[in-house]
């Protein structure tokens, strides 16, 4: 018989279109704010930008969008949590001698 690990599903942020707002707090490519607009302008600009509209602050009222390339967040994001499950292995065999 075999032991299966059960792995928790990473949420992922809503992006586009899968973003249920009215009025979003936007923040640019650059890291500039631009105040409270509507869901449609946000994702407008963010279309002619050609990047996606990503939801950062979910509970955050109201919810706070910015505009980045996705595909390469998440390939960022998967290379830092790869380093950082390097170095605690690491530090766990010193901790053991």
Known sequence: MRNFRT???KENPPINEYI???????IDEDGKQLGV????YALNKAKDA??????????AKPIVCK???YGKYRYEK?????RNRKSQ????????I
């Open 20 to 26: 249920k707002a009215d009025k979003v707090r936007l």
């Open 78 to 82: 998967q290379k830092k949590d790869q």
């Open 7 to 9: 792995f928790k599903k």
């Open 37 to 40: 607009v509507d869901f449609s």
């Open 50 to 59: 050609s990047l996606d509209l990503v939801m950062v602050a979910p509970n």
């Open 67 to 69: 505009i980045m390339n």
């Open 89 to 96: 292995k690491i530090i766990k065999v010193k901790d053991c």
